[in-house]
Nanobody
């Protein structure tokens, strides 16, 4: 099975950018469709973006469309989330997830593997 570790979170001013990374070990990420989710305290984990196993298909939540970009580098066993034009409402914990399917899912319950999360804080 695969282990996932997120990094790249931190504090940024509104309008700024961050790039999150999700590094995999134990197995090649090329075997998994990937997703990024985010979760506020006491709330459900929400879909942000998904990318198919091949990287050929992506889907974004309306709230991040045009601002966030997902990419994957299977040679580095890493998935990235480039976040631009950040807003205070983007302040939550971000998680990457993996599933042994060719396509991504929109529901957190459909993913088998999760990282520990990375905090993103956007100040106004």
């Amino acid at each position: 099975q695969v282990q996932l570790v997120e990094s790249g979170g931190g504090l940024v001013q509104a309008g700024g950018s961050l790039r999150l990374s999700c590094a995999a070990s134990g197995r090649s990420l090329s075997s998994y469709a990937m997703g990024w989710f985010r979760q506020a305290p006491g709330k459900e984990r929400l879909f942000v973006v998904g990318i198919s196993r091949s990287g050929g298909r992506t889907s974004y939540a309306d709230s991040v469309k045009g601002r966030f970009t997902i990419s994957r580098d299977n040679a580095k066993n890493t998935v990235y989330l480039q976040m631009n034009s950040l807003k205070p409402e983007d302040t939550v914990v971000y998680y990457c997830a993996a599933d042994e399917s060719s396509g991504y899912y929109y529901s957190a319950r459909d993913y088998d593997y999760w990282g520990q999360g990375t905090q993103v804080t956007v100040s106004s």
